[in-house]
């Protein structure tokens, strides 16, 4: 018979609901602790095994997750309406390093059947790109866009597609800073074979600033159009998409080593299960992807409050514990210069899934991070320089993070959830299900369950599992948001708008 509740840790004074639904009155025995439950309780909600006082912890994963409002007993449900968050707005940290194992892989790392672009890096996807350089231009990409995939034979190319955005006017400062830094990097994605880049020309987000940021780029491959400078820029942009096009008829897939692969680890809509089934799951692979040689990178950092003195300890050296430091207080201050709560999370739909404080939260989270040494801290739009476990400075929304994530370098982005999403960023977004009643129900948003991990599967062999999809999507597989073509951007807005 399945369990039916999961203590996580021996240290923890709660259970978590396994069944999709346990009545009031029934006795259960879970780590060595039998308890009635006195509430009906649904999947992913938490169970006291013991009374808790007043004012007392409430323990999950082995770690506080906040305190009792009122006095608990046991076989009470531990909700938001008897547990509240025990964060204080401040926090002094010291750096107690753990000592990590490094584990090289015990075989040869397998190969990627990708594209191999000039300066050395890895494309998994041959795309054609029209990237606006400010909103008002968008219906303009779109028409290109249509035009191409009604007059060109683009067999040969993965995808045409316009990554429209209401940005790159009307912005002031760092604002307008990260919006140039964050196009400059979606021209530059390896996974794009060919980008026409399309300004109108009196916008702030000037053609010859953002060349600049650009830095070095391959002049066959990226290409620029001002609309006002032209008599029709849709005939000039459909001229330039087809020279494109013409150019990627030469890619091909070759092997390629697992070391150029860079991976995105994200969570969203999460529910009770996600720190007992999906997330652990994705943290065992980023190891074995750091083992064979690869790069993964974590953000969302409003969920690492609460959890991030666990990433802190993990820090290669000082420098690096020192710049976790600031990733997290420096986005306390971004709350408080626009007058928010540091911890108005979780969402409704984390509670409705058993989710109750931050700390629960980002315990949960953090654990998409395996458990290798954190390497480095990105900055916003910049690129992953060292292969191993990267921080990224970016917020918790789902697309705002995975575009952060594609835009630091990643390939693909692994994105956990409980409560099921259809959406995909620019890079494929591969979807892992925390249970399998999401997966079976929404089969068409679903790339991978781990539902299947309270089921029986050992977490060892769903992560075999997971690796082989990895490979797979990177050699050509599509995912299910890229057979719907739900791909989009969104940048991270920081400022006023004039």
């Not at 990627?112 to 008002?136: D, F, K, Q, S």
Request: hydrophobic share 35%; proline share 4%; with cysteine.
């Amino acid at each position: 018979m399945a369990k039916r509740i999961i203590r996580i840790n021996p240290a923890d004074n709660v259970a978590v609901v396994l069944a999709d639904e346990i009545k009031a009155g029934e006795t259960l025995t879970e780590g060595g602790v039998t308890v009635t439950l006195k509430d009906d309780m649904i999947r992913g909600h938490k169970v006291a095994l013991t009374d808790i006082a007043q004012g007392g912890d409430v323990v999950k994963y082995g770690y506080p997750i906040g305190h009792a409002t009122s006095h608990i007993t046991a076989g009470e449900h531990v909700h938001s309406h008897n547990l509240a968050t025990s964060l204080d707005l401040d926090l002094e940290y010291t750096y107690n390093p753990v000592t990590i194992e490094a584990k090289p892989s015990s075989s040869e790392p397998p190969t990627i059947n990708g594209y191999l672009r000039a300066n050395g890096e890895m494309g998994i996807r041959n795309e054609l790109w029209i990237v606006p350089t400010v909103g008002c231009v968008n219906g303009q990409a779109q028409a290109i866009v249509k035009r191409l995939t009604e007059e060109c034979d683009t067999c040969h190319v993965d995808d045409v597609r316009a990554f429209t955005h209401n940005y790159g006017c009307s912005q002031l400062g760092t604002d307008h800073e990260n919006t140039r830094s964050a196009l400059a990097a979606l021209i530059k994605h390896p996974n794009a074979g060919g980008v026409l880049v399309l300004g109108l020309g009196c916008e702030n987000n000037q053609l010859a600033t953002l060349r600049d940021t650009l830095g070095d780029y391959d002049p066959s491959r990226i290409k620029f159009l001002v609309a006002q400078e032209v008599d029709d820029e849709i005939e000039e942009g459909v001229a330039i998409g087809k020279q494109l096009i013409e150019t990627m008829k030469n890619d091909r897939r070759q092997p390629l080593p697992m070391s150029l692969l860079k991976v995105g680890l994200k969570c969203g809509g999460s529910d009770g299960l996600s720190g007992i089934t999906a997330n652990p799951l994705v943290g065992m692979v980023s190891d074995k992807l750091i083992e064979c040689g690869a790069t993964t990178i974590m953000t969302e950092v409003p969920e690492m409050f609460g959890a991030e003195t666990i990433l802190m300890n993990r820090a290669v050296d000082r420098k690096i514990f020192n710049k976790i430091t600031s990733l997290i207080n420096d986005f306390k201050d971004y709350f408080r210069s626009y007058g928010q709560p540091i911890y108005e999370n979780p969402s409704p739909g984390n509670k409705a899934g058993g989710i109750t404080t931050l700390e629960e939260k980002s315990l949960g989270c953090v654990q998409k991070g395996g458990t290798k040494p954190v390497v480095d801290v990105i900055g916003y739009a910049r690129q992953a320089t060292k292969a191993g476990l990267n921080l990224l400075n970016a917020p918790g929304n789902d697309l705002v993070a995975s575009t952060a994530l594609a835009l630091a370098g990643c390939h693909i982005v692994l994105f956990t959830t409980g409560r099921g999403t259809p959406f995909g960023t620019f890079v494929p977004t591969m979807k892992i299900s925390t249970n399998t009643a999401l997966y079976e129900k929404k089969k068409h948003w679903i790339d991978f369950n781990a539902g299947t991990i309270i089921e029986g599967e050992s977490i060892n062999n769903a992560s075999k599992r997971m690796l082989d999809k990895i490979i797979d999507t990177a050699s050509g597989m599509l995912l299910e948001h890229e057979l719907t073509g739900a791909k989009e951007i969104a940048i991270f807005k920081t400022g006023v708008t004039l």
